[in-house]
C-alpha cells in the first residue's frame, strides 16, 4: 500500500450523485477527487434513456436552480422533449426528456474533466480509514493505492455486491456488464455502517430494424420546448420519436403460464423491489383484470438502433422473455440485443444520516444516491448535490444547508429518507410533497436561486439575471393590477368568443385573468399595450395571478409547518430518560436524532401524545 | 402535565356507594402505598399477584398502630393497567371519611392529587387508548344519563373512529385516483369530474350528519339544558320539584323566592335533563332580584328546552306575552300550571295568543298536599321532543368540541374542493383540499395522510415502468 495522493473530498462512484458531489466539491474550492470502476460508465443511464418526469423533472430543475449540472447536461443531448400533465394544474407540469445516452455519458465526463480542483481517476475504492477521532481519513483502492481525504461520499449506486438475475441464470455484475464492488459492502460494515438488499430491474433492450413500427402509435414531442436549467438558451429541436404498444392476452398467458420460472415469484430474489417499477410478470399477477397494460418504446440515442422497452421489466428466463417479446404487435420478429434483468445490491439504511447526508456515527463520511435507499437518476443527482454542498460546509466549518420540506422536492426526498427511513428503493412523487402548489418546476429558481448564490454555487451573471426576471414578474402583476378594462365592445366580444360571463361594469385586467378560462395569452387582444415579455416572465405572472387564493392557502399552510420546524431539538438529548415517551417512541427517537420538532413529529411510530410529551420535556430544560 | 410523578385520586364518586376506591398511578404506586398499608397476610405489596384483591389494614402515615380502615388492596402491574404505569387501587369504605383520610395519607406519603382526566391522559400517552377512546372514557365518566353512557361506549368501542375513517377513506381514494394519475399520466386517467364532485357531495353530506349529531351528542353527555321560565310566583320551583321527585327548590306564596338559578340532574326515558330554575320575569324587581332575572334571560338564551310556565287562575297577562316573544325561536314547552285553582286558559287561547302550537302545551298541577298532576305527561312530551327523531339508538354521536370542529374544517375543505370541481379547476388545486379534509379527519382518530396515499396509488392502479 502507498499513499498516492492527498484530496479535501473523495467521490466514490461515477453516476449521477457522485457527478453533482464533486462539482459542487470541486466548484466550492475543496480539492475532490471522482473515482470510478470504470471511467467509461460515468455518468451511465443503465435504465430508461430519459431523464425527468413527473416530480423528477422537478427535482433536475431544483438541482439546476442552486448550480448543479444534470439539466445542462440533459439540455445539451436531449433527443425529444414533453411536459407531461400539461393539461393539469400548473403544480404537476413536469419536463421529462429522451436522451441520447452515449451522448450524455460523453457530455458529462467531458465536463468532469474540465473541471478546475477536480481530479478523475478510474478505481474501485475497497476500503476506507478512519483517525483517532473516528473521522474518514483515507480511501484505499483495489490496485493498494491509498488516498489521504478528510471526507468522502459514498456514491455507489446499484453496484456494491451487485448480483443480475435473468431467469434461473444469475452472476456478480454491476449493470450494463460493469464489474461490481464485491469488498467495499464489508468494509463500510466493519466501521458500522448498516447496509440493507434492494432490488430493481429493467426491460429488454431491442433492434429497431427488427420492429415494425406500422403496428405501433408513435408519439411526439412538444412543438415549443421547455429546457430544464434556467441558463439553457437558443432554439431546441426534437430529433426523435417514441412508439407506444400493449401487451395482450397471449403475452400474459405465457407469463401466466410459466411464474414458476421466475426468480421473482420462485423466491430466489430476496432483495426488496420497488412497487412503483414493477416488473410485467408483477402487473400481470397483481391486476389480473386489465386486458392490456402499455408500453412506450425509445431510443437510446442517435448514432444506435437500440430500442428501450419501457413497461416490460422482467426477470424471466431468457427463452421467456424472448416468447413474451414475439407476442407483442410489432414485435412478432424482434431481435433481443440485451435481455431484461433484475439487479440486487447493497445499500445503506438512510435512517443512520442527518439530514446534511453525513452519517451520524461516522463524521467525514457522506451517502448520496441509489447507496442511499433511492431510485432514479434524478433523486441520486439532487442527494449528490446536498452530500457534496455539505461535505465541504463541514469541511469549512459552516452552517449545514438543509432544505426543509416547503422549500422544495429536494427537501422533502431527504427529509423522508432520513426521518421514515424506507424498504424499497425510494422514487420521488408529486403525492409525496404537501406543498406541491409552492415547489412547481416553473418556480424552482425563485426558490433556490438565492440560495444557490449565497452557497457559491451560481454566478454573479446568473444572479443578476435571475434579479432582473423577478423585477419583471413584480412589473407586468403590477400593470395587469392596475390596468381596468372596460365593457367595451371589444371585451364584450372578446367574452362572448371564449364563453366567460359578460362584464357589466370595469374590471381589473387580474381580476378577468382568475376565471378559468381566460388566458394571458388569450387576454392579448383586449390588453393593448402589453409589453413583449419573456415566456418565463409572462408564465409567473399568470400561474401568480391565476390560483392566488391557492397558493396563499398553501403559503398558510407552509408557515404552519414551519413553527415546528424551528423549534430545534438540541443534539445532546438522552430520549431513553425522558419518562412520559412510550418505549417505542424512545427506541425510534434516539436512533433518528430528529434535529427538530417537526422532524420529530414525522418518524413513524411517534405518535402525538408523544410530541406533546416531548415539547413538555423540552420546556423543562 | 407532570409526567413522572405518581397520582392518586378518589376514583368513585363522593360521598355514594358502599364502596370507595382509590387509585394510585406512576412508578412509586406501590412504594408510596406501602407506607400507609398492612396486607393481613403479612406479605409487602411487592410481593402480591397483580390483579388480585388483598384483605388490607390502611393506617396513619408513620403510625401502624393509627387504623384507619380496612380495605381491599389490588396491584396492577404496567403495562396491563388502565393507564400503562404501575397502579394500586384500595377498595375502603364508602362514605366521606374514610376516602378523604386515606387520600390525605397517600399525599403525605409522596403522591400527587391527580388533576381531572389525568388518568386517562396517561393511558392516552400510554397508548392504551387512541384519541376518540380515550375522549369517550372521559364521557363515561362524566356522562349523566344511560343513553349518553351508551353513545360513549360505542364511541370507545371504535364505532365513531369506524365511521370517520370510512369517510377518511373515500377522500383518500379519489386523492389517490388524481395521484396515480399525475404522477403516471401515460397510464392513469384522471376521475371525471361529475364523478368526484358527487362522491363529494355524498360525504360531505355524512360529514354534516355527524356534524348535526353534535348537539345530540352533548345533550346526550351534558343533558338536555332546560330552563324554567316565567313570571314570579306561577310555581316554576314547584314544576322543578316535581320533575326532580324532591323538595329542591323553596316553595312559597311570596313571588320573587327563587332569586339565582337551581341546577337539578333528572332522568327521563335514558336520557338526562339538566333542569334549571330560575328568578321569576317582572319588572319593577329589587336590584337582588335583577340579577337573577339577568341570568335567568342569560340561561333561556343557551336553552335546548324551556319550560314556560303560566298561571292558569291568573289568565294570560301581558308579561307572559312578553316572556314568550322573548322565547321566540326556541324548543318551548308551555306549562299551564295551578289547573287545581280555579280559572282556565283554553289550549287555543294558549295557542292564539302566545303562540305555541297545541301540541307542545301540557296542564300540570302541584297541589301541597297531594301527588302532582300532568307531570308524567310534561315527560312524555319532553321525550317526544328530544328522543324521538333525533336520538337513533345504535348510532354514534359526537360529544366533543374538537371533533366538531374538526369535522367542520373538513367539511370545509370539502365545500372548497366541490367549488373547484364545479369550476373544473385542475384537480392538484381540488387534491390540496383533499388533502385537508383528511388530515383533519385524520385529527378525530390521530391518523397521518401522505404515506396512505401513496399506498393506495399502487394497490389500486397498475402502473410503473
Same mark, same amino acid.
Given at each position: 500500500m502507498f499513499i498516492a495522493d492527498k484530496y479535501d473530498i473523495a467521490v466514490v462512484g461515477g453516476g449521477h450523485a457522485g457527478i453533482e458531489a464533486a462539482f459542487a466539491a470541486a466548484r466550492l474550492g475543496m480539492k475532490t477527487c471522482l473515482f470510478s470502476i470504470s471511467l467509461d460508465a460515468i455518468a451511465n443511464l443503465p435504465c430508461n434513456p430519459s431523464i425527468g418526469g413527473t416530480a423528477k423533472g422537478h427535482l433536475v430543475r431544483e438541482i439546476d436552480a442552486l448550480g448543479g449540472e444534470m439539466g445542462k447536461g440533459a439540455d445539451a443531448t436531449f433527443l425529444q422533449s414533453r411536459i407531461l400533465n400539461r393539461g393539469k394544474g400548473p403544480a404537476v407540469h413536469s419536463l421529462r426528456a429522451q436522451i441520447d445516452r452515449r451522448n450524455y455519458q460523453e457530455e458529462m465526463k467531458h465536463r468532469l474533466e474540465k473541471q478546475e480542483n477536480l481530479d478523475i481517476r478510474q478505481a474501485e475504492i475497497v476500503d476506507l480509514t478512519l483517525d483517532d477521532e473516528g473521522c474518514v481519513r483515507s480511501v484505499i483502492a483495489k490496485s493498494g493505492a491509498e488516498y489521504l481525504c478528510r471526507a468522502a461520499i459514498i456514491c455507489t449506486g446499484t453496484y456494491l455486491k451487485s448480483r443480475i438475475i435473468i431467469g434461473e441464470f444469475s452472476q456478480e455484475s454491476g449493470p450494463d456488464g460493469v464489474f461490481p464492488a464485491n469488498e467495499l459492502s464489508k468494509n463500510l460494515e466493519k466501521i458500522g455502517v448498516k447496509l440493507v438488499r434492494f432490488k430493481t430491474g429493467t426491460p429488454p433492450r431491442i433492434n429497431r430494424k427488427s420492429i415494425d413500427f406500422s403496428k405501433l402509435e408513435k408519439q411526439v414531442g412538444d412543438e415549443e420546448i421547455t429546457p430544464f436549467s434556467f441558463e439553457t438558451e437558443g432554439e431546441l429541436k426534437n430529433q426523435v420519436a417514441c412508439y407506444i404498444t400493449y401487451t395482450n392476452e397471449k403475452t400474459h398467458k405465457i407469463i401466466m403460464d410459466n411464474l414458476h420460472r421466475s426468480p421473482l415469484y420462485g423466491g430466489d430474489i430476496k432483495g426488496i423491489g420497488p412497487r412503483y417499477c414493477p416488473s410485467i410478470e408483477d402487473k400481470v399477477v397483481r391486476f389480473k383484470d386489465k386486458e392490456r397494460h402499455q408500453l412506450f418504446v425509445e431510443p437510446m440515442g442517435i448514432r444506435t438502433e437500440e430500442m428501450y422497452l419501457q413497461g416490460f421489466s422482467s426477470s424471466m428466463p431468457e427463452d421467456i422473455q424472448i416468447q413474451m417479446i414475439h407476442s407483442l404487435p410489432g414485435f412478432e420478429n424482434a431481435q433481443v440485443m440485451r435481455n431484461a434483468y433484475a439487479i440486487e445490491y447493497d445499500c445503506a439504511d438512510p435512517l443512520q444520516l442527518y439530514p446534511t447526508l453525513e452519517f451520524k456515527e461516522i463524521k467525514g463520511l457522506f451517502g448520496a444516491g441509489q447507496f442511499n435507499g433511492t431510485s432514479g437518476y434524478e433523486e441520486a443527482a439532487a442527494q449528490g448535490l446536498i452530500a457534496g454542498i455539505n461535505a465541504v460546509r463541514s469541511l469549512k466549518g459552516e452552517e449545514a444547508f438543509i432544505l426543509d420540506r416547503s422549500q422544495a422536492y429536494i427537501g422533502t426526498l431527504i427529509d423522508d429518507l432520513v426521518t421514515k427511513g424506507t424498504n424499497e428503493p425510494y422514487r420521488m412523487m408529486t403525492s409525496r410533497s404537501e406543498y406541491r402548489l409552492l415547489l412547481r418546476q416553473d418556480n424552482a429558481d425563485i426558490r433556490l436561486t438565492p440560495l444557490g448564490y449565497e452557497i457559491g454555487l451560481i454566478s454573479e451573471e446568473r444572479y443578476q439575471k435571475y434579479l432582473q426576471k423577478q423585477d419583471a414578474i413584480a412589473c407586468e402583476k403590477q400593470r395587469l393590477e392596475r390596468i381596468i378594462l372596460p365593457p367595451s365592445e371589444k371585451v364584450l366580444a372578446f367574452l362572448e368568443k371564449i364563453g366567460s360571463t359578460p362584464i357589466k361594469s370595469g374590471i381589473r385586467a387580474s381580476e378577468l385573468l382568475?376565471?378559468? +378560462?381566460?388566458t394571458y395569452k388569450g387576454m392579448q387582444e383586449i390588453d393593448e399595450e402589453r409589453p413583449k415579455l419573456d415566456a418565463a416572465v409572462t408564465e409567473q405572472v399568470e400561474i401568480s395571478i391565476k390560483y392566488e387564493g391557492y397558493i396563499k392557502r398553501q403559503q398558510t399552510q407552509a408557515e404552519q409547518f414551519k413553527k415546528l420546524e424551528n423549534k430545534k431539538i438540541p +443534539?445532546? /438529548?438522552?430520549?431513553?430518560? /425522558?419518562?412520559?415517551?412510550r418505549l417505542e417512541a424512545r427506541q425510534k427517537l434516539d436512533k433518528i436524532r430528529p434535529k427538530s420538532l417537526g422532524q420529530a413529529s414525522r418518524i413513524s411510530g411517534v405518535s402525538p401524545a408523544d410530541i406533546a410529551v416531548l415539547i413538555i420535556y423540552l420546556k423543562s430544560l | 402535565m407532570k409526567l413522572h410523578d405518581t397520582i392518586t385520586a378518589i376514583a368513585t364518586p363522593i360521598g355514594s356507594g358502599g364502596i370507595a376506591i382509590l387509585r394510585i398511578s406512576g412508578t412509586d404506586a406501590e412504594f408510596i402505598v406501602q407506607k400507609i398499608v398492612q396486607t393481613k397476610n403479612k406479605k409487602p405489596l411487592c410481593a402480591l399477584e397483580s390483579h388480585k384483591l388483598t384483605l388490607s389494614d390502611i393506617h396513619l402515615l408513620g403510625d401502624p398502630?393509627? #387504623? $384507619?380502615d380496612e380495605a381491599l388492596v389490588a396491584v396492577m402491574r404496567a403495562p396491563h393497567s388502565y393507564t400503562g404505569e404501575d397502579v394500586v387501587e384500595i377498595n375502603c369504605h364508602g362514605g366521606f371519611l374514610a376516602a378523604d383520610r386515606i387520600l390525605e395519607q397517600l399525599i403525605k406519603a409522596g403522591a400527587r392529587l391527580a388533576e381531572a382526566g389525568e388518568f386517562t391522559r396517561r393511558a392516552f400517552i400510554n397508548g392504551k387508548t387512541d384519541l376518540t377512546g380515550a375522549e369517550a372514557t372521559m364521557d363515561i365518566i362524566q356522562s349523566h344519563s344511560g343513553l349518553g353512557l351508551q353513545n360513549a361506549a360505542g364511541t370507545a368501542a371504535g364505532k365513531l373512529a369506524k365511521k370517520i375513517n370510512g369517510l377518511r377513506d373515500e377522500i383518500l381514494a379519489i386523492a389517490a385516483h388524481i395521484s396515480a394519475a399525475t404522477d403516471y399520466p401515460d397510464e392513469v386517467d384522471e376521475p371525471a369530474s361529475g364523478q368526484v364532485y358527487n362522491t363529494l357531495a355524498g360525504i360531505l353530506q355524512d360529514m354534516q350528519q355527524l356534524i348535526d349529531g353534535f348537539s345530540t351528542g352533548r345533550m346526550l353527555k351534558d343533558g338536555i339544558h332546560t330552563v324554567i321560565v316565567g313570571k314570579p310566583n306561577v310555581g316554576k320551583s314547584s314544576v322543578l320539584n316535581a320533575l326532580a321527585r324532591a323538595e329542591r327548590a323553596i316553595v312559597t306564596d $311570596?313571588?320573587? !323566592? !327563587?332569586?339565582d338559578v337551581i341546577e337539578e340532574y333528572i332522568q327521563i326515558r335514558g336520557a338526562s335533563l339538566r333542569l334549571l330554575d330560575t328568578a321569576g320575569i317582572r319588572e319593577n324587581a329589587d336590584a337582588v332580584e335583577q340579577i337573577g332575572i339577568a341570568r335567568a334571560k342569560e340561561n333561556m338564551q343557551k336553552a335546548d328546552l324551556c319550560l314556560f310556565v303560566i298561571d292558569v287562575s291568573e289568565g294570560i297577562s301581558k308579561e307572559d306575552i312578553a316572556i314568550a316573544k322573548e322565547l321566540d325561536g326556541k324548543e318551548i314547552i308551555l306549562i299551564l300550571n295551578k289547573t287545581d285553582k280555579a280559572g282556565e286558559i283554553s289550549l287555543t287561547e294558549a295557542e292564539k295568543y #302566545?303562540? $305555541?302550537?297545541?301540541?307542545?302545551i301540557v296542564k300540570t298541577a302541584t297541589p301541597k298536599d297531594a301527588p302532582p298532576i300532568g307531570i308524567e305527561q310534561l315527560e312524555e312530551r319532553i321525550a317526544q321532543k328530544f328522543l324521538t327523531g333525533k336520538f337513533t339508538p345504535g348510532e354514534v354521536y359526537i360529544t366533543g368540541q374538537r371533533q366538531k370542529d374538526s369535522l367542520c374544517k373538513g367539511a370545509d375543505s370539502i365545500r372548497r374542493a366541490m367549488d373547484s370541481a364545479g369550476n373544473a379547476m385542475p384537480y392538484d388545486l381540488l387534491f390540496i383540499d383533499l388533502e385537508d379534509a383528511a388530515a383533519a379527519l385524520g385529527e378525530i382518530t390521530g391518523e397521518t395522510v401522505q404515506e396512505e396515499i401513496i399506498e393506495q396509488v399502487f394497490s389500486r392502479f397498475c402502473v410503473g415502468k
Open positions: 382568475k376565471r378559468p +378560462e381566460v +443534539e445532546k /438529548i438522552d430520549y431513553l430518560q /425522558i419518562d412520559g415517551l | 398502630s393509627v #387504623l $384507619i $311570596i313571588p320573587g !323566592t !327563587t332569586r #302566545l303562540g $305555541i302550537p297545541k301540541e307542545d
